[in-house]
């Protein structure tokens, strides 16, 4: 098979051209056609030789995952089921806002990690996504929403990791796919508009942090251990303790690291608020968390919440659960997320509420699905697990 260029960062893909003999500046060149012109073929790379050209096209291509479906939502939301091979599918999202539009992004083909409340969860693991595969949805949605450089036309401004699978499972090529969005000569996006979701693999988000320091959101879901354990299986290996001290081993590095200039500013004329106050005025982690009628979603779950994580520099995103099959929660009460609201922002924590967007293609959080041949076989461990019960 082919080469997929795609799959290079420009120092790996300096180092292929120059084991073929290239000069090293012939990379960003390279990278610019890919990502900046979004080119698919070597013809019209013209600044190239036509020796270089016909070389590359030998032994090498650009190749994105394939559409096998592509909606869009009344909202403008739009989703496509990609081809990963082998009958898999994985789903990419493009939500569109006023002020910016966000690519989330898929990392695996399903998820090994069977949170509770998650329907990828729910369909097991089959590979790991290639980095070429991470970074060619960003390039297929690029051209399939009019991108254009040169126009200064960049319909995506953010990108998420927060489709199915769980990144730091998959950290090389997921790293390599971060440096591409962010390098200059790919996509140019500040670290501050990449933003990282994981449930909570600590010693890869030291890794993380040493490797490629972009934007954390950490998917917490309960403010204590025993309810952790049973939404989050995770937090078994790693508990609540060691991962508040990452998250803030992470902020700390990434203050020390300084940054670019555009991110989450506080609004004008808003008070301080806490992590506004603490010396990283824009270094945070993002928490996650689902709301589940009458399992997490008490006022006194919010109390326990906000002394878990002290004086940590955090927002916290309440992410109203979407039901789906056979899951066994509900979507909890506009009342009960309002209370809950209530006492994060009377502690002093900037507290959004994720709106729901994509409804009737189900692009919502926890409803990409895609299909997943499932090597681990949960499916028929769940339906054993369930006659032994009988
Ligand atoms: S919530 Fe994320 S980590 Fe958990 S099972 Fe779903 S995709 Fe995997």
Not at 30 to 49: C, I, K, N, P, Q
Request: proline share 5%.
């Amino acid at each position: 098979m082919p080469v997929n260029l795609l799959d290079f960062d420009l120092e790996s893909l300096r180092a292929w051209l120059a084991a073929r003999g290239e000069k090293p500046f012939r990379a960003q060149q390279l990278m610019r056609w890919m990502h900046r012109g979004l080119a698919a073929d070597f013809e019209s790379m013209t600044d190239l030789s036509r020796d270089l050209r016909a070389k590359l096209a030998e032994g090498s291509e650009i190749r994105a995952p394939g559409v096998l479906r592509d909606s869009i939502a009344l909202d403008g939301t739009r989703k496509w089921l990609l081809d990963v091979g082998v009958g898999n599918g994985i789903e990419t999202v493009f939500i569109p806002e006023a002020s910016r539009g966000t690519l989330c992004v898929s990392s695996q083909v399903g998820c090994a990690l069977e949170c509770a409340f998650c329907s990828t969860g729910r369909q097991g693991f089959n590979r790991n996504l290639s980095a070429g595969e991470i970074v060619g949805q960003l390039w297929h949605a690029s051209r399939a929403l009019g991108a254009d450089a040169a126009a200064g036309r960049r319909p995506i401004t953010n990108v998420v990791l927060m489709g199915m699978g769980e990144p730091l499972a998959n950290f090389d090529a997921v790293v390599t796919a971060l440096r591409v969005m962010l390098d200059d000569h790919g996509y140019g996006l500040s670290r501050r508009r990449v933003t990282l979701s994981t449930s909570g693999m600590v010693p890869w988000m030291d890794r993380l942090r040493e490797a490629c320091p972009v934007s954390l959101a950490v998917s917490l879901h309960a403010p204590n251990d025993a309810l952790r354990d049973r939404l989050v299986p995770i937090n078994r290996k790693w508990p609540l303790a060691q991962l508040l001290a990452a998250c803030r081993r992470y902020v700390e590095s990434a203050a020390a690291a300084g940054g670019d200039e555009d991110g989450d500013a506080p609004a004008a004329g808003a008070p301080a608020l806490k992590w506004q106050r603490r010396g990283a005025p824009r270094d945070f982690i993002t928490f996650e968390y689902v709301m589940l009628q009458g399992v997490n979603d008490s006022p006194a779950h919010a109390r326990q919440l906000v002394d878990l994580v002290g004086d940590l520099s955090c927002k916290f995103n309440l992410i109203p659960f979407n039901p789906f099959p056979d899951s066994g929660f509900e979507r909890s009460r506009p009342e009960a997320v309002a209370a809950f609201q209530s006492v994060l922002m009377e502690a002093g924590f900037v507290t959004t509420v994720r709106r729901t967007r994509g409804d009737d293609i189900d692009g919502a959080c926890g409803q990409l699905a895609g299909r997943v041949m499932d090597r681990t076989q949960r499916a028929v461990r769940r339906e054993v697990g369930e006659a032994v019960r009988q």
